[in-house]
């Protein structure tokens, strides 16, 4: 909540979503709205064509969102960021498996909290992790401390086995 008591939609959104065969994680209100559109049966680079950067200035924190379909062997990152000339410049890949120690990164900013910058678009990585827990301290250890706010590695693989009918387990 905002001081005055309204809601802060650049601050408080929600930021995992899943619809029919579709999970997104994002930064901002862009998420349910796109994984509505997506489940919906829209077409991935229509749907993305709505969101745009942040109305924070002077930052215009970029919005970025990964997707995982359930059943897909693809994950999806797409950016919206603010242009040199005011526009938004949108971008989307689709990544497919990778050879271990290789993925894709993409973050909101980089720089430091001194000189932030926005990011323009995902970097491959290498890593020596060799399972998820590594994967994750690696990451979050290469994140500058001042400008940690948060973290998710997906697994598609984990998402696939999830997606069907509960089951039972045991405890």
Known sequence: M???GE???LRHYVALARRGDWLLVGNGDHVVPLCNDLAAGTDIGDAFAVPTFEPDPPIYTPRIWLGV????DATYLGWARRAADGHAHRGLVSAAEFDPGFGVLLTTYEGSAVDVRTSA???DIRVKAHD???LERELWDALPADLRVG?????PKRLRLLSGPAQPTAT
């Open 2 to 4: 905002r001081d005055d």
């Open 7 to 9: 809601p802060d939609a």
């Open 69 to 72: 379909r359930t059943g897909s």
């Open 121 to 123: 678009a995902p970097m």
């Open 132 to 134: 998820i827990g590594a």
């Open 151 to 155: 973290g998710l590695v997906v697994s």
